[in-house]
């Protein structure tokens, strides 16, 4: 009785190890997705070379996991924000000192493009 209790209760806890492993990995994967696209944007619009490439993927999916977490804490929409805009303020630093400051100056400029495209659209679908 004792073994076959021991038995079960090592089943439980190997399913609850599994299922805890498929949700990190569910929730890993968007954000090495939204790393390796970020990654590819950086690499084709500000020409990275082969010794920042690594650098900045690692950056993106540091950031992009930090984003998946908060994203899921509970915390008020007002410390989320707060967060993000540390968080956002926090990578362009470690940016600027992977990038040149030329492709730091062409990153800051595209990023308010895409920004003011947003707002563009945002306006638009509100009308």
Not at 22 to 40: G, I, L
Not at 51 to 76: E, F
């Amino acid at each position: 009785m004792k073994r076959m209790l021991k038995q079960l209760g090592l089943t439980a806890l190997l399913i609850g190890m599994f299922t805890l492993v498929k949700a990190q990995d569910k929730q890993m994967a968007p954000a090495s997705e939204r790393a390796s696209k970020a990654t590819e944007w950086m690499k084709s619009n500000l020409n990275l070379t082969a010794d920042q490439l690594p650098k900045v993927q690692d950056l993106n999916l540091k950031y992009a996991v930090k984003m998946d977490s908060l994203k899921n804490s509970s915390l008020a929409s007002e410390e989320k924000m707060a967060a993000v805009k540390s968080d956002k303020a926090s990578k362009d630093a470690e940016l600027k000192s992977i990038l040149t400051d030329e492709q730091f100056k062409i990153y800051q400029e595209k990023k308010q493009e895409m920004k003011d495209k947003y707002k563009e659209s945002q306006g638009k679908s509100a009308q």
